[in-house]
């Protein structure tokens, strides 16, 4: 903080276990990457190179070495360890993984069918040698994947060892736990919610309004994921009640009275 001001909600330090905010690098450059850590490297706690970026991107060992250096961790998109696993090639992820120097992995079937069984023996597997972040939810338009199943989803993957299961939204949030215009699916929510510990769940919320609806539902310290580099300070500012949208959100009830209209 540059300066104090009262009334501030409290946020974790980093390294934290809520409040985490997870920021999606679709190839970003490496001066791009800097600028970011500038700017927002301090509220950012994971950074995503987004579905398959990674194998096309410039300088991909330094930025990523960048970003670790300055206390992120950094994990490549679930769309491609799907295009590793569909062609039969866990193994070459892995040392792709070490190669890059990567302790995260995200285990996702957002594109490609696995049976959950196997998805939870990868995901134990993996969980071996790196902290994993597993996807629940598909993709695809119009699918829609019953209450009772994203919350047994969820449970078995995160006793599999699961560090966070991210509930799918893709990076236009339309999908899984939102509908086609972008509103959430609120009775879908509430009911994973009475099943499975807030905390532990990191919510891909790319568009402003979902950010809103999570920070005023379920509070400042909910985690969000699929932010846009220039999108981070923004979502910061939602947390901590200073911007219009969650303005009067930590204020004492009688300033709230006095000027709220």
């Not at 994203?150 to 939102?178: D, H, P, Q």
């Not at 532990?200 to 609806?213: D, T, Y």
Request: charged letters at 25%.
């Amino acid at each position: 903080m540059n300066f104090k001001l009262p009334f501030l909600p409290e946020r974790p330090e980093k390294p934290r276990k809520n409040g985490a905010t997870m920021m999606m690098d679709k190839g970003l450059s490496l001066r791009e990457a800097e600028n970011f850590i500038d700017k927002a490297g301090h509220l950012t706690d994971y950074i995503k190179l987004g579905f398959g970026t990674s194998i096309v991107s410039t300088k991909l060992q330094e930025k990523i070495k960048m970003y670790q250096d300055s206390g992120m961790k950094v994990y490549m998109g679930g769309t491609l360890f799907e295009a590793f696993l569909v062609r039969d090639k866990v193994g070459d992820y892995k040392k792709l993984l070490d190669k890059f120097g990567l302790v995260c992995c995200e285990v996702s079937d957002g594109s490609i069918t696995i049976p959950h069984d196997r998805k939870l023996e990868l995901i134990s597997d993996f969980a071996k040698d790196y902290e994993v972040l597993s996807e629940v939810g598909s993709k695809e338009e119009g699918i829609f994947i019953s209450p009772g199943l994203w919350i047994n989803m969820m449970k078995t993957e995160l006793e599999a060892g699961s560090s966070f299961v991210i509930a799918e939204a893709r990076e236009s949030g339309t999908v899984g736990i939102y509908r086609p215009n972008g509103t959430a699916h609120t009775m879908l929510i509430n009911r994973i919610l009475a099943n499975v510990e807030k905390d532990r769940i990191l919510w891909e919320a790319p568009i402003k309004n979902q950010q809103v609806w999570f920070i005023k539902n379920l509070g400042h310290n909910v985690n969000l994921g699929n932010i846009g580099p220039d999108e981070v300070i923004p979502l910061e500012t939602l947390r901590l009640g200073l911007r219009g949208d969650t303005f009067f959100d930590h204020l004492p009830e009688s300033v709230v009275e006095k000027h709220h209209d």
